[in-house]
């Protein structure tokens, strides 16, 4: 969902930033099992990224708070296998499977392994021209959908410059609630800090998003 | 509620165990379906172990460093330059490479989730993906440079980079002094992941002759 707790950006209270020195690729063996079982279920297409995404916002926020990255993720994932009728409920309480799994697209094999480790390409071709070109002055909407939104509220209703054109890409916003790609224009767009915290900010600080562009109107 | 690691923790390790069994049960619901091989979940978390990670940053940013004509590749196209070097790991689309200057230094954060550039700099740290850092980085990163112990020139520009989309930043810091006439592989010994996240800078060579000396 769009406004949920995941929308972190410019959030007080959450004290210092405290690396661990030294830190494990894994906490617990768990975790790495967790990143796998959602890389294997990804591979099967069922859901795009922003649907994972969505299914994990939608947390409740004392969940999402108090739940460590990975517990975060297994509980998104444990979501949505039951929310496609892949996993029933009564299976996740019971521990164990109790019918036979229904068919899939594809299922990943230890060969398809390192195609996974390496990021997809989410450019499309593009159905139109794109609107704004570099240096461009835009505002960006205020928009609050329910729905997922990859415009963070920090940065709505704010003027920005068009740093750099990205190209055309999958639009999370309709790909997160299964209405497809829409491919949309993409944009780097450059905020001084004065316009998103005000006139106290730091004047030699400045934020970019990347912006799609039916989050964007000409300023 | 310091940050997430925290909270998993002070889960007074019941968590963990409770964790333990709910993923193992769900693991054999998904594998008794058909739907995973074991095998090759396996195989996923070997390759996050050892194969991706910030030596493969380190090396293309070394690289740069040495090379001219590499690092105008890399600014212009960072995905194609990366796998032009044939030894760093695959790197799929829409890699950003962001070259620190004296005038301007970078930093990257996702305030929506924890998107991070995973095969250059592997898995990211728990302070990356914490509520701190996410809340924090777009707005006071001279705060969160300060508890990195990354020290400044008070007129260098901040430039924060929030991950909205599918693009992802690598920062390419700049070349620590005193380091003239050296190889490839001793320059990726100072390049430090979190120079390539933007909220450190390298080790100095000083840094490096002391790990050196103190090694038994």
């Known amino acids: ?31 790495g099992r967790v990143l796998a079982m959602q890389r294997a279920m990804g591979y099967t297409r069922l859901w795009s990224i922003d649907g994972g995404r969505a299914s994990m916002e939608t947390l409740p926020p004392l969940t999402y708070l108090g739940s460590s990255y990975y517990r975060r993720w297994f509980l998104g994932l444990e979501k949505r296998l039951v929310a496609h009728g892949l996993v029933g409920e009564d ?65 709505r209703g704010k003027l920005g410059t068009i740093e750099v054109v990205r190209g055309c890409h999958v639009y999370p ?38 912006a799609f562009e039916p989050y964007l109107e000409p300023a | 509620m310091a940050d997430d690691h925290h909270s998993h923790d002070h889960d007074h390790g019941s968590e963990l165990s409770e964790m333990q069994l709910r993923v193992r049960a769900l693991e054999s619901i998904l594998t008794a379906k058909g739907y995973v091989d074991p095998a090759a979940l396996d195989q996923i978390v070997e390759a996050c172990e050892t194969k991706i990670g910030p030596h493969n940053g380190a090396r293309i940013v070394a690289r740069a460093w040495v090379d001219p004509d590499f690092k105008k590749r890399l600014l212009q196209d960072a995905t194609e330059a990366a796998n032009s ?71 260098t520009e901040i430039r924060i980079w929030d991950s909205t989309a599918e693009t992802r930043f690598l920062v390419v810091p700049m070349r620590p002094e005193g380091t003239d006439g050296w190889s490839e592989e ?30 038994p």
């Open chain 1, 91 to 155: 299976e996740i309480a019971a521990g164990k499977s109790l019918r036979a799994g229904r068919g899939l697209n594809r299922k990943l094999t230890p060969a398809d392994v390192p195609n996974t480790i390496r990021r997809g390409n989410y450019e499309r071709p593009a159905p139109a021209a794109a609107r704004f070109k570099v240096s461009d002055r835009v505002k960006t909407r205020n928009i609050n959908p329910e729905t997922h939104t990859r415009l963070p509220r920090y940065a």
């Open chain 1, 173 to 210: 916003d309709t790909a997160a609630i299964g209405a497809g790609d829409d491919p949309q224009w993409l944009y780097t767009v450059v905020f001084s800090g004065r316009e998103l915290w005000g006139e106290a900010a730091d004047p030699s600080i400045s934020v970019s998003i990347e």
């Open chain 2, 186 to 215: 001793q320059l990726a010994q100072l390049v430090t992941r979190d120079s390539m996240v933007g909220t450190g800078l390298p080790k100095s060579p000083a840094e490096i002759a002391g790990e050196a000396g103190t090694k």
């Open chain 1, 1 to 31: 969902m769009s406004n949920t707790i995941h929308d972190m950006g410019g959030m007080h209270g959450f004290g210092p930033v405290e690396p661990e020195p030294n830190e494990p690729v894994f906490h617990a063996e768990w975790e």
């Open chain 2, 85 to 155: 070097l044939g030894y760093v790991s695959p790197v799929g689309a829409h890699l950003i490479a962001l070259e620190n200057t004296p005038k301007t230094h970078h930093m990257v954060v996702c305030t929506l989730c924890s998107c991070y550039p995973w095969e250059v700099l592997g898995l990211p740290p728990v302070w990356y993906k914490s509520a701190p850092y996410r809340s924090r980085a777009v707005m006071d990163p001279k705060g969160i440079l300060a508890e990195f112990g990354a020290k400044l020139p008070s007129e």
